[in-house]
């Protein structure tokens, strides 16, 4: 059945339940109760339709920079943003694990993001000092972000069995204010 023939069935089921009714006083609380579930459902589609739209409005645009600073209005710390990729390549016939930064530098209180995009293989992405972890899928950019909290040089780096061994890691350097 067509949405058109779903509308007309509903409309002529009102109608008999409007006209079957004897008192006027129900008629009238009826077609209230009526008129109130249509506003109701207006007002839902209008917020679903404009969510909707609001999203695809503010999607971020990719970024290939591999550092980008910015700043956001609604927070006083200044955003550092990193672009890399996760991936291996051939050395003298075995894989070596690595990412496409291997040093990142921010100051205290900075907001770090970081999107790591897997180009070649199986990989995650871990800093225990600031409980980040990223299980990054191949050909997906996955976003991780964390304040700056801690003053000093922390190792980044894949758990990947054998993979930070090989020297899929690199440093977050975070510097003194």
């Keep these: ?42 007002i839902i589609g209008w917020s679903i339709f404009n969510s909707k739209k609001k999203v695809s409005e503010t999607a971020p645009a990719q ?25 291996y390549e051939m050395v003298d016939g075995q894989p070596k694990p690595q ?11 900075d907001l770090v ?3 790591i995009t ?3 293989g199986a990989h995650d992405f871990k800093i225990d ?10 050909n997906q950019q996955m976003t991780v972000e964390f304040t700056a909290d801690k003053i000093g040089e922390f190792i980044y780096y894949c758990t990947k069995p054998g993979h930070r061994a090989n020297g899929h890691w690199g440093t977050l350097k975070v510097l003194a204010k």
């Design 129 to 138: 000092e600031y409980n980040v972890y990223a299980d990054t899928q191949p």
């Design 63 to 87: 970024n290939s920079a591999a550092n980008v600073e910015t700043s956001i209005a609604d927070t006083a710390a200044p955003v550092k943003e990193f672009v890399m990729d996760s991936f």
């Design 113 to 115: 993001r970081i999107k």
């Design 1 to 42: 059945m067509t949405r058109l023939g779903i509308g007309r069935k509903l409309i002529n089921n009102l109608n008999k339940f409007i006209m079957d009714t004897k008192n006027p006083n129900e008629v009238k609380n009826n077609n209230l109760a009526i008129v109130i579930v249509i506003i109701i459902a207006v």
């Design 99 to 109: 990412y496409s930064l291997k040093e990142i530098t921010v100051n205290q209180g």
């Design 118 to 120: 897997v180009t070649k």
